[in-house]
């Protein structure tokens, strides 16, 4: 079926070079980043030398100068899913967090930053959820003291992308006790990774095996005031300002990744004889793998959709979380089932079906819960 999104020569051939990009500096080292759980910083500088970090940022910071268009966005998860490569997470860092600083931020702070961004010379990370509070962000306790000229930081965060690779992060902290409604409290830092009293621990998970997840300490981190993102205690809404395009994005990461498993098994089953034909020959094959490309079809016809609305401004808060939730339960669904079709193959940890098993694991907790999407959604229906 035709895409509604609207892509014109110019995106066919940034989607053309970027492909190529990565089939020369991503995917012939994918395995060894997944062996030694990094990407490394090399290759989101050599990603920004080549134009394709922060293609949105204005060009009186160097970037590319594209705006709002997020069809760059779309075209870069694609390409990346399409190869299997889930754990490269260079869309967080430039297309995610980066804008945090662009439209929050003071021009000091776009002027200090973004050029940074855009020459790959910095990697972000965003830090939100804590040990205690991972679903309930409104009650972080990582605290920021105000000390005059800087905030003295203290507290930990945890599963945080790009965490050992990052140069800076986006730091979530208390600024104020508000108990009834402790939101109000929240302020966003920047935080330079190079900081005294700034601490980083590797954690090991199943699946995105090349991207490395921290847990990180914060003991009496100095941050500059010129740091604060915004006013003191605006955090939370800024956080959510950003959120249906997280969420959006996060959904074409998902899709993606659906595609690229119904797209391997495909190939599978053609191959593979059993009884003396061809696995894809039996009705089950036929069936298992129809049902999920109506619903890969379906889903992707929805985000388009949402994706457009989202570009003209309208408000797709609910969209987003319905298209959030339905693609990540639906990459690990077809993968479980796609993994099935594979017999014993499918587990084995050189098939990169397996690896899309365990990769798609994750999207139904990144950027927020699948349960915290359905939430959302309920609230929109007016049974909350
Ligand atoms: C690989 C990976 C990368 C991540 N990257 C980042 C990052 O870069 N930055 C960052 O800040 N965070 C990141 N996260 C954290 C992620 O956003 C959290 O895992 C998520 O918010 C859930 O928090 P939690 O893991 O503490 O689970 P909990 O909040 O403890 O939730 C446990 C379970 O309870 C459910 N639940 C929670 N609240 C409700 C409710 N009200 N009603 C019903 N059920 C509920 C949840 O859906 C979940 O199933 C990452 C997580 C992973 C796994």
Redesign the pocket.
């Known amino acids: 079926m035709e895409r509604v999104l609207p892509f014109s020569e110019k995106h066919e051939k940034f989607r053309a070079n970027f492909g190529k990009f990565l089939d020369a500096e991503a995917v012939p080292y994918y395995k060894e980043w997944c062996a030694s759980h990094m990407v490394p910083h090399s290759f989101f500088e050599k990603m920004a030398q080549a134009g394709f970090m922060a293609v949105w940022i204005d060009k009186k910071y160097g970037g590319v100068g594209a705006g709002n268009d997020f069809l760059y966005t779309v075209i870069k998860a694609e390409e990346y899913s399409k190869r299997g490569l889930n754990s490269i997470f260079s869309r967080?860092s430039g297309d995610v967090i980066a804008p945090y600083i662009n439209q929050n931020g003071s021009e000091e702070q776009r002027s200090e930053w973004l050029p940074k961004i855009a020459r790959g010379e910095v990697v972000l990370?965003?830090?939100?959820?804590e040990?205690a509070?991972?679903?309930?962000?409104a009650h972080i306790e990582t605290r920021a003291e105000d000390m005059g000229d800087y905030y003295l930081v203290n507290g930990e965060?945890?599963?945080?992308?790009?965490?050992m690779v990052a140069d800076a992060l986006v730091v979530?902290v208390r600024t104020s006790d508000s108990p009834e409604k402790p939101y109000k409290g929240i302020s966003l830092l920047i935080v330079d990774t190079s900081s005294e009293g700034v601490k980083r621990e590797f954690i090991d998970?199943i699946?995105?095996q090349a991207?490395d997840?921290a847990h990180i300490y914060f003991n009496n981190v100095k941050v500059p005031k010129k740091n604060l993102i915004g006013e003191e205690n605006r955090g939370f809404y800024i956080l959510m300002q950003h959120l249906e395009a997280e969420r959006i994005m996060a959904a074409y990461g998902s899709i993606g990744m659906v595609e690229h498993t119904l797209q391997l098994t495909r190939d599978y089953v053609k191959e593979r004889q059993l009884f003396g034909k061809s696995l894809s020959s039996f009705q089950n094959t036929q069936y298992v793998l129809s049902k999920l490309w109506v619903r890969y079809t379906m889903a992707q016809n929805y985000l388009d959709q949402t994706l457009l609305k989202y570009m003209t401004g309208v408000d797709v808060n609910q969209d987003a979380s319905m298209v959030k939730y339905y693609t990540s339960e639906l990459a690990f669904e077809s993968a479980d089932q796609c993994v099935q079709l594979f017999g014993g193959y499918g587990i084995c940890s050189n098939e990169e079906i397996s690896r899309q098993f365990v990769d798609s694991r994750?999207v139904r907790?990144?950027?927020?819960?699948?349960?915290?999407q359905?939430?959302v959604i309920a609230g929109s229906l007016g049974i909350k």
Not at 133 to 137: F, I, P, Q, V
Request: hydrophobic content about 35%; charged content about 10%; overall charge neutral.
């Open positions: 967080l990370g965003v830090c939100m959820t040990p509070h991972g679903s309930d962000l965060k945890t599963f945080i992308s790009n965490g979530a998970r699946g995105l991207q997840t994750i907790f990144m950027g927020g819960t699948s349960e915290t359905l939430g």
